[in-house]
């Protein structure tokens, strides 16, 4: 059975910093682009930060420069560095994983809630 399960979520004060974890367990995530999502409450699900089994990372514009995403593909992890967080990057935050080169896997976490509030 495969499972993304995220932690490291939680409350903190604008300008602040977190960092996620998602660690993935029934796949090797060596061939797995892994991305981080965000949901806010009445808001679609949009991508933030994403990463390549080659290491080539994307940022969505809102957190290019404070977001930094990496992979542990020995540890089966990918982390998401989050600093000078804004209200508006309150969500829930999910990890994803999709296949490459011919393995056709496609799964979520649940979810971690990040609140950005004073």
């Known amino acids: 059975q495969v499972q993304l399960v995220e932690s490291g979520g939680g409350l903190v004060q604008p300008g602040g910093s977190l960092i996620l974890s998602c660690v993935a367990s029934?796949?090797?995530?060596?061939?797995?682009?892994m991305t981080w999502y965000r949901q806010a409450p009445g808001k679609p699900r949009q991508s933030v930060a994403g990463?390549?089994?080659?290491?080539?990372?994307n940022y969505a514009d809102s957190v290019k420069g404070r977001f930094t995403i990496s992979r542990n593909n020995a540890e089966k992890t990918v982390t998401l560095q989050m600093n000078s967080l804004k209200p508006e990057d309150t969500a829930v935050y999910y990890c994803?994983?999709?296949?490459?080169?011919?393995?056709?896997?496609?799964?979520w976490g649940q979810g971690t809630q990040v609140t950005v509030s004073s």
């Open positions: 994803n994983a999709v296949g490459t080169l011919g393995i056709t896997g496609h799964y």
């Open positions: 990463i390549t089994r080659n290491g080539n990372t």
């Open positions: 029934g796949i090797s995530i060596n061939f797995y682009t």
